[in-house]
C-alpha cells in the first residue's frame, strides 16, 4: 500500500467509525500473518492491512471510495486493478 500511496510517509482519508480492531487482538492477528501497516495518528487505531504472502490482499478502516474518481482512482484500488492484470502493484 505505501508504495501505492506514492511511499509517503502520512496517509489522510475519512475513517468509517462504524468498527474498530481491538487492540487486544492485533498481536494474535499479526501472529497469523495479517499485518496492521496504517495506523492513525495515537498508534491505536488500525487503519490498513496486509496479508503477508499474497499478491494483494489488503483492508482498510477508512473509506477509499471516498476520494476515488474516475479519471484518479483511490490508491487501494489501483492496486486491485493493477494485480488483477498482472501488473506490478
Known amino acids: 500500500m ?3 500511496y506514492g511511499d509517503v510517509d502520512h496517509v489522510d ?6 468498527y474498530e480492531v481491538n487492540p487486544e487482538l492485533i498481536e494474535q492477528i499479526e501472529g497469523a ?3 496492521y501497516v ?3 495518528e495515537t498508534g491505536q487505531r488500525c487503519e490498513i492491512m ?3 504472502d499474497h499478491p ?3 483492508g482498510t478502516q477508512y ?3 471516498f476520494k476515488s474518481r474516475p479519471n484518479r482512482p483511490s490508491p487501494p484500488f489501483l492496486g486491485l486493478l493493477k494485480a ?3 501488473q506490478e502493484v
Open 84 to 86: 488483477a492484470t498482472g
Open 38 to 40: 496504517g495506523k492513525d
Open 33 to 35: 500473518g495479517l499485518r
Open 50 to 52: 496486509e496479508l503477508d
Open 13 to 18: 482519508e475519512r475513517h468509517r467509525h462504524r
Open 56 to 58: 494483494y490482499f489488503v
Open 63 to 65: 473509506h477509499p471510495e
Open 2 to 4: 505505501r508504495r501505492l
